[in-house]
């Protein structure tokens, strides 16, 4: 294990005041006991705790996902019903994963040079958009959305054709906004359109409050305010799975992309519009 | 009642002409008791489940070769047997002609590492109905890819009748 203290020159922590337990920015954990600084454990890299973090929790997961395959042995990761207490089980642990990965992300999504056979997986889209749209009903909370409804404009024909893992997740993460931030009782529309190279374009439009400064919106940190129910990395997070699938797929043009667009209605009201342009199809 | 009659005779066919199967995962908690209880009874009565590759099981995989094997990558060979998963994979590939399906919690080892095999499962966490419908999935593509018109003609028979329940 590496030992960060043998290397930092500042020791920030000798400097802390007596009966100070923490972590320095190094992420060791110190207890200064006024005489000498004691270590509460070895630091670990970034790196070591979102790869163990994946791979210790996954397991617990598809526990919990097998125990609710035995409640009800239809259910599915899928597809998920509201009215199912085992579905609205694996419903929360897909939540947990999507968490997970997002945290890990830096090891899950390594873009790489090389030929995968998932790569090319055909997977249709709509069944997609229709898992998440409940998977992130499930979350109540105060500060969430309420009643959203969906105009989903998508036909149920159309393909994902490339690295669908990666467009699923950049589509979770535009449809988990949406229930963080819309308006109570609005409507959320999600459509389809084709270029003539037959990319697929996703648009996602809900109605939220105005958001201050939204040239920044995809910058890591951003929150609309203070008390906002994200932590300002899922959209950040989304530009970064936009970056791999453009390494993956190799284009010079008709690159994946991902705007936004506020178009403010009065002070108290904009409508939101997020677009993925040239998904594989 | 046409579906029950339909699905019977599938299943017994699948059964009097069974696929060899055979899945190793070093987590028992993935390809679980459950999952493999729900595929015998959906028809695919010849699944071998195992945690490690051992020696025996190694020399059977090349010299009896199975019709499917789904291999996880990490923690599934001592060092004197193989690297992992993954070296097996590409040994059975290229000596055998069993169909190889492979399969990691990690999306990395699954993107990153050599992938020349004809199956991934990339889905990470699986009920049992999503196990079937995975299985369902690499037969059919078995089938396609690596089964003569002439093998196992009863369990594909009854493995088409099965599906267009399924599906």
Redesign the interface.
């Known amino acids: 294990m590496l030992d960060i203290c043998l290397r930092c020159s500042d020791r920030e922590c000798e400097s802390t005041k007596i009966d100070t337990f923490d972590f320095c920015r190094h992420g060791v954990a110190f207890y200064n006991t006024g005489s000498s600084i004691k270590k509460k454990e070895e630091s670990i890299t970034l790196r070591h705790i979102s790869h163990n973090l994946?791979?210790e929790l996954?397991?617990v997961?598809?526990?919990i996902?097998?125990e609710?395959?035995?409640i009800d042995?239809?259910?599915?990761?899928?597809r998920i019903d509201p009215e199912n207490p085992a579905s609205k089980i694996?419903g929360a642990?897909?939540i947990i994963?999507q968490f997970i990965?997002m945290i890990s992300g830096v090891?899950?999504?390594?873009?790489?040079s090389?030929?995968?056979?998932?790569?090319d997986?055909k997977v249709l889209l709509r069944p997609i958009l229709e898992k998440y749209l409940t998977v992130y009903s499930l979350i109540l909370n105060t500060r969430r959305s309420k009643d959203i409804s969906f105009d989903l404009r998508v036909s149920s024909k159309t393909h994902l054709t490339f690295s669908s893992?990666i467009a699923e997740y950049i589509i979770s993460i535009l449809i988990d906004n949406i229930w963080k931030y819309s308006v109570d009782n609005s409507v959320a529309t999600i459509e389809e359109s084709f270029s003539d190279e037959g990319d697929l374009t996703l648009s996602f439009k809900n109605l939220s409050l105005p958001i201050d400064s939204p040239s920044s919106i995809f910058e890591k940190g951003f929150q609309t305010k203070k008390e906002s129910e994200g932590f300002g990395y899922g959209l950040y997070w989304a530009n970064i799975l936009v970056e791999h699938y453009n390494t993956?797929s190799k284009r010079s043009s008709e690159i994946l992309s991902i705007e936004h667009e506020q178009k403010v209605i009065n002070e108290s009201l904009a409508e939101q519009v997020f677009v993925i342009r040239n998904l594989r199809a | 009642m046409k579906h029950k009659i339909i699905n019977g005779l599938g299943r017994f066919l699948m059964k009097v002409n069974a696929l060899s199967i055979c899945i190793v995962d070093d987590?028992e908690?993935?390809f679980?008791k459950?999952?493999l209880i729900?595929a015998e009874n959906t028809g695919f009565k010849c699944i071998e489940r195992y945690q490690k590759i051992d020696r025996d099981l190694f020399n059977r995989l090349q010299e009896k070769p199975y019709d499917i094997v789904i291999l996880d990558i990490k923690g599934i060979t001592d060092p004197d047997i193989a690297k992992d998963g993954m070296q097996v994979a590409s040994l059975l590939n290229r000596t055998t002609n069993s169909y190889i399906a492979i399969t990691s919690?990690?999306?990395?080892h699954?993107?990153?590492?050599?992938?020349n095999?004809?199956?991934?499962i990339?889905?990470?966490?699986?009920?049992?109905?999503?196990f079937i419908?995975e299985l369902i999935e690499i037969v059919d593509d078995f089938i396609g890819k690596k089964s003569t018109f002439y093998k196992n003609v009863l369990f594909k028979a009854g493995f088409s009748m099965l599906k267009k329940i399924a599906v």
Do not use: C, W
């Open positions: 994946r791979h996954n397991k997961l598809q526990t996902i097998s609710a395959s035995k042995g239809s259910v599915s990761a899928k694996v642990t897909i994963d990965e090891n899950e999504f390594h873009p790489s090389q030929y995968s056979k998932n790569l997986k893992n993956l | 987590e908690i993935y679980n459950n999952m729900t919690a990690h999306q990395f699954l993107v990153n590492e050599m992938t095999v004809d199956y991934v990339e889905n990470k966490l699986l009920t049992s109905a999503d419908d």
